[in-house]
Every structure is written in C-alpha cells, then in structure tokens.
C-alpha cells in the first residue's frame, strides 16, 4: 500500500512514519505549516523523512490558519497547564484544522498515485477534538471516494484511532521510532515544559506503555499532579 503520511514531527505522527515504512510503502510525509505557535516540529518531521528516506512536503497554510483564530496554539493566548481531560484544554482547538489538511493530502496523494493518506489520530483525542473521532475519519474518508470517484482511490489509513497514546509508544517502540527526535510541547521552548496537556499526556503515555521515556522536561514530575487531580 503506497503511503503517505502526514506528520507533525509529534510522537504521534512519526511513529506512524515508522510503522508505515515497516509494513506498507511508504511514499512521503507532508507537514503543515498553519502558524502554530510550536512551528519547531516542523523541523523534526523533516528529520524523520530524511531518516527514513523519503521526500517531505511542507504546506504553507499560514494565510488561511491566520483566519482560524482562538486557538492558543496560534494566537497570543496562554496555553494552560494540567491534562488534556481537562476543560481547559479545548482552548487548543483549531476549528477544522484536520479536515483542511486532510483535503490537501488526499489530492496530494491522488496526484502521487497513492494508495492511502495516513494520519495519527487516536482516542485519546475523541472527546476534545471532533475532527479526531472515527465518525469524523469514516464520513470523510466517505466523502474524498466521491471526490476522486473515476480519478483516483485513496483510503484514509487510521490505525491508532481507537487506540490510547500508550498504544502509540508501544508500536514506536517495536518499528524502533526515536522517541527523543520528536517534539510534542505546545510551548514551543527549550526543551519539553512537562506542564501543558500534550507534554502531561506524553509523560503519562510512556508511563502505561511501560517504556522509558527520553524526552528532557523542563517539570518532569509535573505530570504525576495533573493525572491524580483529573
């Protein structure tokens, strides 16, 4: 199955990358650029196609992500600390984000001849993010088969989407992804904050997966807080 995958440069993505490579054929990343205000892990998705060597495209979709405002990943608002269970955390939103740069992709993919667009979805994301759910991923992977009807045929490959994150560090593990070389934190600093959702869901997720985690965190004990105060 000709691949493509898109890829953040997050845990996530990457080792989907990986475990593409080992089972499919693996064509391609694609990355988005839609002025995230952590736009450094860009830069560990282009790693992660020249380890695995394969093109990467970057897709600059900051004119159009400049219109999804509110979100505190792109404007100036303060991401906020604890789980992703929490409330709070739905301030992290993008209003349509995956259902945009999953439209590029497919007709990315189509022009490539590909078999399959594949993105790193998983339940852990259902309840904040909507276009994150399976009933999201089947109605549009419903909708690009009449889009491409007569031109092309594109599936939409989710395998982590009814899988927790610890699931996710488990398969990296086995396709040997490089956890280290991946970027996660919604600040964008240093290093990982440990504080904000995504860094709390990482640690956690190493935590359950029983694998040691190598990521550097600023609060590295942060995480055990916010999973005992969800």
């Given amino acids: ?38 736009r450094k892990e860009l830069d560990f998705a282009a790693r992660a196609a020249t380890r695995l060597g394969v093109p990467h495209d970057l897709i600059d979709m900051r004119q159009i992500g400049a219109h999804l405002s ?15 269970a929490e409330d709070t955390m739905k301030i992290t939103v993008v209003p349509n984000r995956n259902a945009i740069m999953l439209a590029i ?15 790193a979805v998983h339940g852990g994301d ?22 491409l009807d007569g031109y092309a045929s594109v599936r939409l490959y989710t395998p ?25 934190c919604y600040k964008g600093g240093e290093v990982h ?4 959702g ?10 359950l997966a029983g694998v040691s985690d190598p990521t550097v965190y600023a609060d590295p004990e942060f995480w055990r807080a916010a999973v005992e105060g969800r």
């Fill in 1 to 38: 199955m000709k691949t493509l995958v898109i890829c953040s440069g997050g845990l996530d993505s990457v080792s989907l990358a990986h475990k593409v490579a080992a089972e499919h054929d693996l064509i391609g990343l694609i990355s988005f650029d839609y002025g995230q205000r952590h």
């Fill in 70 to 84: 509110g979100s505190a990943l792109t404007d100036d608002v303060d991401v906020p600390d604890g789980h992703y």
């Fill in 105 to 119: 992709a497919f007709g990315i993919a189509a022009a490539k001849q590909a078999d399959a667009v594949a993105t």
């Fill in 126 to 147: 259902h309840f904040i993010y909507p276009d994150c759910r399976p009933g999201f991923t089947q109605a549009f992977e419903a909708m690009q088969a009449h889009a």
């Fill in 160 to 184: 982590f989407v009814h899988e927790p994150k610890s699931a996710i560090v488990s398969e990296g593990a086995r396709h040997n992804t490089p956890f280290a070389d991946t970027w996660s």
């Fill in 193 to 196: 904050c440990g504080r904000c």
């Fill in 198 to 207: 995504t860094c709390v869901e990482r640690r956690e997720a190493f935590h």
